[in-house]
């Protein structure tokens, strides 16, 4: 029989995995393979890492049920191997971006089929300053509202639970604002800034923002938002972003990079995939060109 882990976060979301995981390893079974089943367990994430090391190399699918913080650390133990299984991604947190710009089905039912009825999809991974991620790296107003909002709040209200701790931040996030440099591939800028992230998902936080976004073409997406000087130009800003026009905002720089420097005014805080990235004044990007196989619904 062919081999498949399953790594099982119980806390991500409602906790809903718990309730199908018979049947979900009924299914894998069916299909011709024996699992093992791997709970995560955050206080022995160091025991959870040389499992991985251990058995990710020798098994055929690696299934990771949890959110988007948890298969960003799952990506961070897989690009280290030299033979990386594919993976089997079953989305169960608040959010969910990632799945969404991948095309993979949000509801569970649909998920698990995926596992065995699905296609691999190599997909292009990020680099910030040796980390990797899945879909979004950013900074700024707004960028730390994932990694501060309480895992129980978010348990309970979903995606709500973001806006509401993003509400209650409003007056200090729109007053953010940082002086970088940039160059990347094809041009450089230098400015003062609300917002920046680079992606490669056709939403963050829950809110499209490119729906013709490309998961596996050698290039993420950079947006950065310029601090408003008045109302006119706050109003600007929003409204492009809520009617997903930001190639026509003279606030808001979007291109399409495969690498970048970033040179910061003072230490920034930086978001990866939801999970805190760390504070630093100097960001070095890139990508890993389909660095990582997933079984997707395409």
């Not at 961070?76 to 033979?83: G, V």
């Not at 947190?93 to 691999?120: Q, V």
């Not at 348990?155 to 604002?177: D, F, K, P, Q, W």
């Not at 809520?242 to 190639?247: S, V």
């Amino acid at each position: 029989m062919k081999k498949s882990i399953l790594l099982l976060n119980g806390s991500s979301g409602t906790g809903r995995i718990r309730e199908i995981c018979f049947d979900l390893i009924e299914q894998l079974y069916r299909a011709g393979y024996r699992t093992e089943v791997c709970p995560l367990i955050p206080e022995d994430s160091q025991r959870i890492n040389e499992f991985l090391n251990e058995k990710g190399p020798k098994c055929d699918l690696l299934v990771c049920a949890g959110g988007d913080g948890t298969l960003f650390h799952l990506v961070n133990t897989l690009m280290k191997m030299k033979k990386k299984p594919v993976i089997g991604y079953l989305p169960t947190g608040s959010t969910n971006d990632f799945a969404r710009g991948i095309e993979i089905p949000t509801d569970l039912p649909s998920a698990c089929r995926i596992l065995t009825e699905g296609k691999p999809f190599a997909y292009d991974v990020g680099c910030l300053n040796g980390t990797y991620y899945n879909y979004v790296a950013a900074f700024g107003a707004f960028s730390s509202v994932s990694y501060s909002t309480d895992q129980d709040v978010k348990n309970v209200l979903g995606h709500t639970a973001y806006t509401i701790n993003g509400l209650s931040h409003l007056g200090e996030n729109l007053n953010y604002r940082t002086h970088l440099k940039i160059k990347a591939d094809h041009f450089q800028a230098e400015g003062d800034y609300l917002f920046g992230a680079i992606y490669n998902s056709i939403s963050i936080g829950g809110f499209v923002i490119s729906p013709e976004n490309t998961p596996d073409n050698g290039k993420f997406d950079i947006m950065l938002i310029k601090a408003p000087d008045n109302i006119a130009e706050a109003s600007s800003i929003f409204g492009a972003l809520a009617n997903q026009e930001i190639d026509r905002c003279p606030e808001i720089l979007h291109r399409e990079i495969s690498s970048a420097e970033i040179l910061f005014d003072r230490p920034t805080k930086w978001t990866l995939d939801g999970e805190y990235g760390g504070i630093f004044d100097r960001a070095s990007f890139s990508v890993a060109s389909k660095a990582v196989t997933i079984m997707v619904s395409r």
